[in-house]
């Protein structure tokens, strides 16, 4: 007679190793939101909005603050000629995305973000020319996210170290990955930040380094992947996520 019990281990170990496998499938984050289609432009609200129509895990996003304390949401550090570190928000207020839309700041993206709820808003805080000029990026943009209670939906990123370690710093409990890609998995964890999040020709470098993070609980996000076979061989190493201009190829793979 089939002892219950050893039934009952084996019924366990399967749904736990079903678990785990379902947890461990490479995510798609659409980076600068799934801006490739009409419509659409990078960092615009559009492209929030219509990467979480098509499903990704999250939306990728830039944040700059400018003199006057306003976050807005773009990529570069100058828009129009203007550095926006050095130019006060009255000044870019109507400048306008290719799309039409009017440049976003941080405060509307993160409450259009909100009523996307299922979609992780992937945070980049940019480099600024001044050290203090981050940390008051920082404070601002932490400040919003507790405004609109985004603390679980919201997780940062940058490739400026003090931007990392002041988040740390403020936000001990918040998702945080750099992008530099110099730094080994090992160090990452002993600074306390929660992933790496690294251009993929890091991981071509240092695979390595992908086994190394997993046995240290990093998350490893690889950037900007738009080859499908990169895609593919990303997705066989296990690498937590994806960011892509691709978001819908990058997805197909994963069916």
């Known amino acids: 007679m089939i002892n219950k019990k050893v039934i009952l281990s084996a019924l366990c170990c399967i749904m736990l190793s079903v678990s ?11 980076h600068r939101g799934y801006w490739d289609c009409e419509g659409s432009a990078q960092n615009s609200i559009a492209a929030l909005n219509k990467a979480h ?12 603050i400018t003199p006057d304390g306003v976050p807005v949401v773009n990529h570069d550090d100058v828009i129009e000629g203007m550095r926006i570190e050095d130019t006060p ?18 405060e509307q993206y993160l409450i259009a973000g909100k009523a996307n709820e299922g979609t992780q808003l992937i945070l980049e805080i940019k480099p600024h020319r ?13 400040a919003l996210v507790t405004k609109y209670n985004l603390q679980k939906q919201v997780e940062y990123i940058s490739f400026s170290m ?3 370690k002041e988040l740390l710093r403020q936000s001990p ?3 945080i990955a750099y992008l530099e890609g110099e730094l080994s998995p090992k ?9 790496i999040d690294y251009h993929y020709s890091v991981f071509e470098k240092h695979p390595d380094w992908i086994i190394e993070a997993k046995s240290l609980g990093l998350s490893i996000n690889a950037w900007t992947v738009n080859d499908p076979l990169i895609m593919k061989t990303l997705i066989d190493q296990q690498v937590d996520f994806i960011t892509t201009d691709k978001p819908v190829e990058a997805q197909a793979l994963l069916r």
């Open 20 to 30: 785990v496998n379902i947890n461990s499938q490479t995510k798609v984050i659409a």
């Open 53 to 64: 129509e098509i499903g990704v895990y999250g939306s990728e996003f830039d944040v700059i």
């Open 89 to 106: 928000y009255e000044r870019i207020k109507d400048l306008k995305l290719k799309n039409g839309e009017t440049l976003p700041t941080l």
């Open 130 to 142: 001044e050290k203090v000029n981050e940390d008051r990026a920082v404070a601002a943009t932490l």
């Open 162 to 164: 003090n931007i990392c």
């Open 173 to 175: 409990e918040s998702q």
């Open 187 to 195: 160090e990452i964890k002993e600074i306390g930040l929660t992933g």
